[in-house]
């Protein structure tokens, strides 16, 4: 099932924003392969409960305002799915329950890549590799799966725990460095009560 989805959503966001030092100049706290051990509870939660988890991440990047959802974050649309026009106005909280049980791997991408432009953190080489391989190791289970059943069983398996290893340590890596930040755990002020006191203070300025 993962490797059908994971191949479903081809169009994960490898194509994270265009990232030169100076239009992103910061970097993660911790890279994908030390964030396990920089956040081991976050791990163990993303690896056993990882669509949970990522629900709670995504609703916090949207600072709990989930009238703002849209599907996969807006950065990417496939020929059956196009952000905007899911019915994510009506039901945003099932929409986002679909997007990241269908297609988990593209959404925690998506999130991940809500957390680099919000906090201008550019891509490293050694993440984009490990994300590359991952890929790769689940096409070639798909492959093996189609050509030679019994390998690719044996594969299959491989193939599960390295992808559910690394949802978990994207998780981490993402609440390390919101916490980093002093982002986490508390959770930001959602935009229409940043907006409606914006607004107050503008009224209270011009009747001055």
Known sequence: ???????????????????????????????????????????CQALFCSSCFYYSLRKYMLRGDMSSYKCFGNYTQTKCIVPGKCCESQCPSFCLCLEICWCSGLSASVTRTMVMEEYKIQTDLVDRNFLRVNSCV?????????????????????SNCFYVSIMACVAAQIVDTLRHRNAWPNRPVPMNIVREKSRKKRKSKSSK
Request: aromatic content about 12%.
């Open 138 to 158: 689940q096409r070639t289970s798909l492959a093996l799966t189609c050509i030679f059943a019994p390998l690719g069983e044996i594969f299959y398996g491989i």
């Open 1 to 43: 099932m993962i490797c059908f989805t994971w191949s479903c959503c081809k169009e994960t966001v490898t194509q994270e924003p265009t990232m030169t030092p100076t239009m992103y100049p910061d970097k993660f706290n911790s890279s994908l392969l030390t964030a396990s051990c920089r956040e081991p509870c976050v791990f």
